[in-house]
């Protein structure tokens, strides 16, 4: 899916579900060495703790074709439950014999709904901005969507940056102008 639109977030909710351990690696940072690791580290988790683990790797469309192997033997084992975001097309990115072994489910840009939730939530939290008690005018709200085009994380920091920009005098009863 493209950024900003929960990839992360869902996998960490998976784990909490599931009451798994959480691993995560970053394709743009880690090597067979890191992916080793990871196996080491959730049979750590299967044996002390009888619990399984999920590696999340982020931008998994990174790793060569050979380091995309090395996931190969601890996924057939059941050693940890793969999960690998993309912001590029898997048939395309990862090798046959990852993707044999893996669902692909596809994520899209967030909706006009889906951002004014993140909007209402993050103005309504009791912390973060809600402490600010802050309103948006519905033109106001319509440019920060636009402008985020479908990213959750954009739009939240650009609304961060509306609200730290906001003075005083450019307020009237909390409203950002």
Known sequence: GP??????????????????HFITLSAVR??????????????????QYRRRSILFVDEVHRFNKSQQDA??????DGTFIFIGATTEN??????????????????????????????????NEERGLGER?????????????????GDGRRLLSLLENAADLVEDSQCIDGQLL
């Open 90 to 123: 898997p048939s395309f990115e990862l090798n046959n014999a990852l993707l044999s072994r893996a669902r692909v489910y596809v994520l899209k840009s967030l909706d006009d709904e889906a951002l004014e939730f993140l909007l209402n939530r993050a103005l």
């Open 3 to 20: 950024p900003g639109v929960g990839k992360t977030t869902l996998a960490r909710l998976l784990a909490e579900v599931r009451d798994a």
């Open 30 to 47: 880690s090597g067979v060495k890191e992916i080793r690791q990871a196996g080491d580290e959730a049979k750590q988790q299967a044996a």
């Open 133 to 149: 008690k802050l309103t948006l005018t519905q033109e106001a709200r319509q440019l920060l969507k636009q402008a985020a085009d």
């Open 71 to 76: 996931f190969l033997p601890y996924v057939e």
